[in-house]
């Protein structure tokens, strides 16, 4: 069965901290990962995105990996702000024939204490 | 650009109720989508249009319907309302297949409860 599992579920840092949050897939055939940012009451908006052959994608102070032998993918957050608190939703496209889906994970929510 | 918009942002609806939930975009893309967001969960995918005049079911179809007679318009309709489809929906357009290359760009949602 195609799925995606982030964790941890949810993750408390303080300000100016590091963290780094993990999404690990069972899909096949792997097309693509997307990582998104949530912020409460609003809709998910893209950080990076990540094909088979890539490992490392940044994005400002967001730097996203992929294994793809592992089947592990990971969010690593430089020096949070305030503005960071929000989920992040990792998504995995999945190629069926001529079609495709998109298997979304539960998110993790990150929040960051001043 | 406005990009998604998407009305309105709450409603109460009493089982059996039908409604329309309006989406709108900007930017001319092909491409639109609707989802159903609930706690602990990843999005599921309702219905998505390729194009105007072009619509598919996704992973959760059943009461909800929709049509695309315009590029700029997605609307959901809920046929027979029911308390399983309290939920956050969430429209979202991008210009090629969703979930490819190119961005998908989501609406700010409706928060919809039913009684």
């Known amino acids: 069965k195609n799925q995606v599992e982030q964790s941890p579920q949810s993750l408390i840092i303080l300000e100016g901290k590091n963290c780094t949050l993990q999404?690990?897939?069972?899909?096949?055939?792997?097309?693509?990962l997307r990582w998104y940012k949530q912020d409460t009451g609003r809709g998910p908006v893209s950080l990076t995105i990540?094909?088979?052959s890539e490992n490392t994608k940044s994005n400002g102070r967001y730097t996203a990996t992929l294994d793809a032998d592992t089947k592990q993918s990971s969010l690593h957050i430089t020096a949070s702000q305030l503005s960071d608190s929000a989920s992040y939703i990792c998504?995995?496209?999945?190629?069926?024939?001529?079609?495709?889906?998109?298997?979304w994970g539960a998110g993790t929510k990150l929040i960051i204490k001043p | 650009n406005a990009g998604v918009t998407q009305t309105p942002k709450f409603q109460v609806l009493k089982t059996g109720q039908s409604m329309t939930l309006q989406c709108a975009q900007d930017?001319?893309?092909?491409?639109m989508s609707w989802y159903r967001q609930d706690p602990g969960m990843g999005l599921r995918l309702i219905h998505y249009s390729v194009g105007a005049g072009i619509t598919d079911q996704g992973e959760v179809p059943n009461g909800y319907n929709v049509s695309r007679s315009t590029t700029e318009d997605f609307p959901l309709r809920l046929l027979s309302a029911a308390p399983s489809q309290t939920s956050v929906y969430f429209c979202a357009s991008s210009r090629g297949l969703a979930g490819g290359r190119e961005t998908q760009y989501f609406g700010p949602g409706t928060r919809l409860l039913v009684l």
């Open positions: 998504v995995v496209r999945v190629q069926m024939d001529s079609n495709y889906q998109l298997i």
């Open positions: 930017m001319n893309h092909e491409y």
């Open positions: 990540m094909t088979f």
């Open positions: 999404c690990n897939y069972t899909v096949s055939p792997f097309s693509n």
